[in-house]
């Protein structure tokens, strides 16, 4: 193969963790594929997920994002977590987008669009984006006079994965605001508040949940009850293997030292393809099963590593930057934890230059 770094997507794994998911919580799914479906490749995640019918609509931040998926024949309804701002509104009507809206700004704008069907946003807690319930009358009027559909209503979870009467709170806030809506006459098509770490959270009165992380088969937390699977491994070859001497410093600022003479590799994974340079003399990879320390500094596309342990090795082998190999295995929240971050970000973070392939 001629790709230096690669990143392996389990299909039968993304499907799996949706039917899990499904079956867990029994609700529509909204599958969130917003920042390239967190690294995976959002054209290819989407293709496999818009043939599951309980995947309702695919969840993007932005009209770029939306746009890239139907250039690509995506068939699916996508709607735009990130709302719409003045100059996007070419776009979503040129690709048949939905907004979600959460400011009176973003509302006067629905009425430019073409197919005025939109979902509201509350803000019940995260103080990000979002309506605050005393706006509703004005929204209600608004929506109202311009003959504009509210197909669904949504909220979001900062702290579900920490902060359960915080969780609680906002489930109970939500719900007044449904009420009202509903009071009023709107038959919300939509209604949803839950994300991965919510979803073991009791919420009725919802019937869709958008899920991002555990679809790619990341836990939440620790103790997450659905059973879910890794659905990215992340690759690199090794490109050359050599000798240090006793006292030899390793890569850029000599922040490695050798106190004995050992055995080292380089790989071809770099900053430039996403790996935290944080990881620098802290984190591992694993070559053939074992284990291998980060010697120095990570620079932009290699990093050098311990090979003082591993026995028959070739110029070209394989190297595991994120994945299992034999008892060892490191997860996207292991990389995560020593740089201090979430896995989210990680993942995120694998670049352009990581050929993703569907396996
Ligand atoms: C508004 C919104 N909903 C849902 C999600 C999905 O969250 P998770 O990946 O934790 O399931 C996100 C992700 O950041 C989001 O911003």
Redesign the pocket.
């Known amino acids: 193969m001629v790709y230096r770094s690669w990143a392996e997507i389990y299909k039968d794994r993304l499907i799996q963790n949706t039917e899990s998911i499904y079956k867990f919580v029994k609700k529509d799914i909204f599958a ?1 594929v ?1 920042a390239d479906a ?1 690294g995976h490749g959002s054209v290819e995640i989407s293709k496999i997920l818009e043939k599951i019918p309980y995947v309702k609509k695919l ?1 993007v ?1 932005t009209a770029i994002e939306g746009k890239e998926l139907k250039e690509n024949k995506i068939n699916k309804e996508i709607l735009v ?1 990130g709302g719409i701002l003045k100059d996007e509104v070419e776009y979503f009507n040129t690709y048949n987008l939905q907004p ?1 809206i959460s400011d009176f700004e973003q509302l006067y704008l629905v009425k430019e669009l073409k197919n005025r069907s939109i979902h509201l946003k509350f803000d019940t807690g995260m103080n990000r984006l979002g309506f605050y319930d005393d706006d509703i009358a004005q929204i209600i009027k608004f929506l109202k006079e311009n003959r504009i559909n509210l197909e669904g209503v ?1 909220s ?1 979870f900062p702290s579900a994965d920490i902060d359960p009467d915080f969780t609680l709170y906002q489930i109970k806030r939500f719900k007044n605001i449904i009420n009202i809506f509903e009071k009023e006459g709107f038959k919300l098509k939509y209604k949803h508040i839950q ?3 919510g979803l073991v959270y009791r919420c009725d009165y919802c019937n869709a949940v ?5 679809l790619y088969g990341e836990k ?1 937390f620790p103790h997450f009850p659905v059973d879910i699977k890794t659905v990215m491994s992340v690759k690199a070859k090794l490109i050359s293997i050599k000798k240090l001497k006793k006292g030899d410093k390793v890569s850029y600022g000599g922040t490695f030292t050798a106190d004995k003479d050992m055995k080292i590799g380089v790989v071809s994974f770099g900053y430039a393809d996403g790996l935290p340079r944080e990881l620098s003399n802290k984190g591992y990879f694993l070559i053939n099963g074992k284990k291998v320390k980060i010697l120095g500094n990570v620079t932009m596309d290699m990093t050098i590593v311990d090979l003082s342990q591993v026995e028959e090795l070739n110029i070209g082998d394989e190297v595991l930057v994120v994945g299992k190999n034999g008892e060892f295995e490191i997860t996207f929240s292991d990389v995560a934890n020593i740089c201090n971050t979430i896995p ?1 970000e990680i993942m995120c973070r694998i670049s352009k230059r990581v050929q993703r392939i569907i396996l």
């Open positions: 969130v917003k967190y969840c931040a977590l979600v949504m979001h994300n991965s770490a958008r899920v991002g992380i555990t939440p989210y």
